[in-house]
């Protein structure tokens, strides 16, 4: 626990201090993360259960001293999960209380929507709605779909897809697993694309989500899914029904 000292905080009542001063880009706490169970996250202790964090479908519990580390939105550390440690945002100066934005030590499986597809008994009707009356921008229009922006993401109508939400995904395959484990099943097995692969599973409440991992890039591009790659959905889709 060189470096850092353990005080009063609003971590079970504890918070790391900086023993000396750190550089910016020095770590200042290193961890080994132990990884555990669902079955063994249920059972732990409030204090145990604080220091708990998924790292994409993994939980694991932080030792000491990292788990007293404090959550602020001006945080003076970052979560490093590369290197397993707490690494300086900025110089700290000794007698400092550690701080880290908690937000970002969760790392979720599913990273964000990549489209939301509804079907409309045409595209010209679909549009004039979402368009014209709701004010949404055209992204790109072929004969049989369409899309529209929604923030980040695409909202695409369809005259022959059902509705479904499509997430991006680190790994499809390491996503399905995940699934699986979690207790979700898989409707249509993982499948390539030109671009990476998609998948179709169902949460154990119903919920069917298409899952693909198609490169950060090409997920945001504002132009037509390739046609493989239509071409793939539309088969997953199919396959789902």
Same mark, same amino acid.
């Given at each position: 626990m060189s470096g850092v000292i353990i005080g009063k905080g609003s971590?079970? !009542? +504890? !918070?790391? #201090? @900086?023993a000396r001063d750190f550089k910016k880009n020095e770590v200042v706490v290193r961890y080994e993360l +132990? /990884?555990?169970t669902f079955s063994d996250l249920k059972a732990l202790p409030p204090e145990d259960y604080a220091a708990t964090h998924? *790292?994409? !479908?993994?939980? #694991?519990m932080y030792p000491e001293p990292a788990r007293y580390v404090s959550h602020s939105e001006d945080p003076n550390v970052r979560n490093d999960h590369a290197q397993h440690a707490d690494v300086a945002l900025r110089d700290i100066e000794k007698g400092e209380l550690i701080t880290v934005d908690a937000r970002y030590d969760d790392v979720p499986v599913l990273k964000r929507i990549d489209a939301i597809v509804v079907k409309v008994p045409s595209i010209e009707q679909g549009l004039d709605f979402y368009r014209e009356q709701l004010g949404m921008r055209t992204i790109w229009k072929?004969?049989?779909m369409a899309a529209v922006c929604l923030g980040e993401t695409k909202f *695409?109508?369809?005259?022959?897809?059902d509705p479904e939400t499509t997430f991006l995904v680190e790994s499809v395959e390491h996503a399905v697993a995940v699934f699986e484990k979690a207790g979700g099943k898989v409707v249509a097995a993982p499948e390539d694309m030109p671009a990476g692969k998609? @998948? *179709?599973v169902?949460? /154990?409440f119903g919920n069917r989500l298409t899952l693909v991992d198609v490169p950060e890039e090409q997920a945001a591009a504002d132009g037509p899914p /390739?046609? @493989?790659r239509r071409a793939a959905g539309e088969q997953l889709a199919v396959t789902a029904g």
């Open positions: 971590m079970s !009542g +504890k !918070g790391l #201090y @900086a +132990k /990884p555990i998924n *790292v994409n !479908g993994q939980i #694991y072929k004969e049989d *695409v109508l369809s005259t022959r897809l998609a @998948a *179709v169902e949460d /154990p /390739p046609d @493989a």
